[in-house]
């Protein structure tokens, strides 16, 4: 099949295409099916993506998800059911389980996501505690949210092989910590089990890998439905001992950009694409739309003043950026509310199960900018039936079609991430070997 006509697809985005998703439906959740038995799915995860109306694919994976808290608050059953599903398959006898979070208390939101994250949790039958990694917190502290809601850290402590927090040994250890820095002296060597692993954290994971994983899967998948993979996969590449500041490395960014814009160039003729191709540079790991670029021309590249070096230097925590990603820009066709502020959907898994998501929208961002950055915000989207079914949607911005097309996707990154865990877990086997 090709993709379909760009004049339907702009004003009644990927249609053709979700209409063959859902007559294919009981194949496609067969074949997800069989994949998920090869490769088990992470825990949970995020999954950002971008829809041009010629082109839906993911942009961005997160393995440690904040931002639970813009999911519809009427609708986490399906987030409940979920959760209580995957952690009694990891860890059937699990009835305690401790959050680590980021180690930041001043950011309300992220703190909004943990409440979030611990109903969850409490509701599918858990005990829930919050341990804090810094040592700077000796007693337990609470931490007021807008909200009206209460969240209360306590200090992580270890003894041999074990961390807990006062009165409370768990049995499962969830990570929401991202580990940008560095698995921390006191989580390493752990008897305990913990997910997501630590060894996935921001510290030594790619996004380059993680999208190769992701060319694969779309490969296969594109192959079942006989479509042009290009059509739910972002080209890429990338780029290592970078140095913005010191403008280190920047031939090798002009010239993987220059590839990279002629072979999106070549789709866009092929299709009759009457748009220009443009690229988003970005650190190869990291989170929060830190150290992201919008390139247009090879000219952006050549004369990036002071400024917009410094911003591609370092990421969370200062981390200095020495590896990036350049990856294909996928316009936002897609608008939301009275003021048509560009919108782009973020997609949220327990498991392989999708159980909800949301749109991101920046009033002052442009179709071909990351919508990631200050002045965002988030509007639920209905995902609210089963975790694997078309929608019933109640937003007038997305269809039940599309909502399920926007399913597909996500699982599909889940699945790359699934690799990675095995890739992962293959390493840490092999280094166990060779001690």
Not at 256 to 272: F, G, T
Request: proline share 6%; with cysteine; glycine share 6%.
């Amino acid at each position: 099949m090709q993709l379909p006509n760009l004049a339907v697809a702009l004003t009644q985005p990927l249609y053709a295409f979700e209409e063959q998703l859902l007559r294919q439906r009981e194949e496609i959740e067969i074949w997800f099916n069989q994949q998920w038995d090869a490769f088990p799915p992470p825990l949970y995860g995020s999954v950002d993506l971008r829809n041009a109306g010629f082109k839906l694919a993911p942009v961005d994976m997160n393995l440690f998800p904040a931002g639970f808290n813009n999911l519809n608050p009427q609708l986490l059953s399906s987030s409940i059911a979920a959760a209580q599903k995957v952690i009694r398959h990891w860890v059937p006898q699990a009835k305690r389980i401790l959050i680590i979070p980021e180690n930041h208390t001043r950011n309300l939101f992220y703190w909004e996501s943990i409440h979030t994250l611990q109903r969850i949790l409490e509701h599918s039958g858990f005990q829930v505690r919050i341990g804090f990694l810094l040592e700077e917190l000796t007693v337990p502290s609470t931490i007021a949210l807008s909200s009206g809601a209460m969240v209360t850290i306590e200090p992580l402590r270890r003894e041999q092989e074990h961390v807990f927090v006062d009165g409370f040994i768990p049995d499962f250890i969830l990570l929401n910590n991202d580990l940008a820095d560095g698995v921390p002296t006191i989580l390493q060597g752990l008897t305990q089990v913990f997910y997501p692993p630590a060894e996935l954290g921001w510290h030594q994971r790619l996004k380059s890998e993680h999208f190769q994983y992701y060319a694969e899967m779309g490969q296969l998948f594109a192959e079942k439905m006989q479509i042009d993979p290009w059509a739910i996969t972002p080209l890429f590449r990338h780029c290592g001992n970078i140095d913005f500041m010191r403008q280190e490395g920047l031939e090798c960014l002009l010239f993987h950009a220059e590839a990279l814009l002629a072979d999106i160039n070549k789709k866009y003729q092929e299709y009759a694409i009457p748009h220009k191709p443009f690229l988003i540079i970005k650190a190869d790991a990291g989170t929060y739309g830190m150290a992201v670029m919008t390139v247009r021309s090879l000219d952006d590249l050549q004369h990036l003043n002071r400024e917009q070096r410094k911003r591609m230097a370092s990421t969370k925590g200062n981390q200095p950026v020495r590896r990036v990603i350049l990856q294909e820009g996928v316009y936002s066709f897609e608008t939301y509310g009275t003021e048509q502020a560009v919108a782009e959907p973020v997609v949220y898994l327990w498991g392989g199960c999708v159980v909800g998501g949301f749109y991101r929208v920046h009033q002052a961002r442009g179709i071909d900018e990351s919508l990631n950055a200050p002045g965002a915000h988030f509007k639920p989207l209905a995902f609210s039936h089963s975790c694997d079914a078309p929608e019933v949607s109640s937003s007038p911005q997305a269809s039940s079609n599309l909502l399920y097309a926007y399913g597909i996707v996500a699982r599909l990154s889940m699945l790359a991430a699934a690799r990675e865990v095995a890739q992962q877990s293959r390493k840490a086997l092999w280094q166990s070997d060779s001690v």
